[in-house]
């Protein structure tokens, strides 16, 4: 039996080549990425014939949720299983909570941001990161990417119309999967989907400079975050095997070339381990390393897991390290800890849920 087609795939253009007429495919986007409906026989404005037709060679469910952990910060950590077995994981993270007026009327709704997977496991194989321990299996679809925001999206009635932030920062190195990045950051992006604009999607790289080339040639019109976690070669390469073929100096480069929006900048990610990184002397050399960048560093807390021989770094040396920087000029933020109550580091409820099969 051929296994059917993921209909989150398609852009809406693609899909008008094999849908007519063309405002079908536009009713067809509205149940998918407004009503979040689950079959093509709930899409009752649509020919009996086509819906049938559809069902036979499409599906709107190429994941399934098998776990749902949540914290007492409002994030929440879903594990999802695609249609072959493998598994990979997304993150609710509730950023501002809904604020009312003194007569009871919403001041400011939540503030959400999603953090997805663009690849089952991962080849660049961090020191610092679970899932690398599992391996590489495959790349994901655009479909299987963009569904990943559409089921958190239903589970939590976050309406349509309301505007999430994502953060490709999940498994896997997304700059790896490239043309199924880029893809569905269109599909998110289409006005009559889930209208995420590219300004609220940050795609999150290792550091392939070539391919953050080839990103930039595609002007897509999204943030860029960079994991930098070390400022030199050697010890990065020992935190990030990967930087042997892209050092830090290639990485700079491909950044300066980089399209940034007027109003906006470059994220380096530094994951701050205790005694390895977290010395005032690494912050002296990364205020060097992006002199003439529009950057804006993000701190981040080591999430420690069981087996890491890595350490969370005092909240001390944390604030010390981010004066320093922005003393000096550099805009730098600490990262919050999310989730710290339930399996938040990248690959952990992963590897909990296929240690209880």
């Known amino acids: 039996m051929q296994e059917k087609k993921i209909i989150q795939d398609y852009t809406k253009e693609e899909m008008a080549e094999?849908?007519?007429?063309?405002?079908?495919?536009?009713?067809?986007?509205?149940?998918i990425y407004h009503k979040y409906v689950d079959s093509f026989e709930q899409m009752k404005n649509l020919p009996k014939e086509m819906r049938e037709k559809l069902e036979e060679e499409y599906t709107l469910t190429p994941l399934k949720t098998v776990m749902v952990?949540?914290?007492?910060?409002?994030?929440r950590k879903y594990l999802f299983e695609l249609h072959d077995g493998h598994t990979v994981e997304a993150v609710l993270l509730l950023m501002r909570e809904k604020e009312y007026h003194e007569d009871g009327t919403v001041k400011h709704q939540e503030r959400y941001t999603v953090c997805i997977s663009s690849q089952v496991g991962c080849k660049v194989g961090c020191a610092?990161?679970?899932?690398?321990?599992?391996?590489?299996?495959?790349?994901?679809?655009?479909?299987?990417?963009?569904?990943q925001v559409r089921l958190i999206k239903k589970d939590n009635d976050i309406d349509a119309n309301r505007r999430v932030n994502l953060v490709y920062m999940g498994m896997g190195e997304p700059l790896d999967n490239l043309p199924a990045v880029a893809k569905a950051v269109k599909i998110f992006a289409d006005p009559e989907g889930m209208a995420i604009a590219p300004h609220r999607q940050t795609i999150s790289t290792s550091g392939l400079s070539s391919k953050i080339e080839k990103l930039g040639k595609m002007d897509l019109?999204?943030?860029?975050?960079i994991s930098l976690h070390a400022v030199d070669d050697a010890l990065r390469q020992q935190l990030m095997p990967i930087n042997k073929a892209y050092n830090i100096k290639s990485i700079i480069d491909a950044v300066k070339n980089f399209p940034v929006n007027a109003r906006k900048r470059v994220m380096f990610e530094y994951l701050v381990i205790k005694d390895v990184n977290d010395d005032i002397d690494s912050a002296?050399?990364?205020?060097?390393?992006?002199?003439?960048?529009?950057?804006?560093?993000?701190?981040?807390?080591?999430?420690p897991y069981g087996g890491t021989e890595f350490k969370r770094?005092?909240?001390?040396?944390?604030?010390?390290?981010?004066e320093y920087l922005t003393k000096r000029g550099l805009l730098c933020t600490i990262r919050e800890s999310k989730g710290l109550d339930i399996s938040a580091a990248c690959g952990q409820l992963r590897e909990q849920e296929s240690e209880n099969r």
């Not at 002296?284 to 999430?303: M, R, S």
Request: aromatic content about 12%; some cysteine.
């Open 221 to 225: 019109g999204i943030n860029l975050a």
């Open 284 to 303: 002296k050399k990364l205020i060097n390393l992006l002199e003439g960048i529009k950057a804006k560093v993000n701190l981040i807390y080591f999430n």
């Open 69 to 75: 952990q949540n914290s007492k910060d409002g994030s």
């Open 313 to 322: 770094p005092e909240e001390k040396d944390m604030i010390a390290f981010q």
């Open 128 to 147: 610092f990161c679970l899932t690398a321990k599992g391996g590489f299996m495959r790349d994901l679809t655009p479909g299987e990417i963009v569904e």
């Open 18 to 31: 094999f849908i007519k007429p063309a405002f079908r495919v536009k009713q067809i986007y509205s149940w």
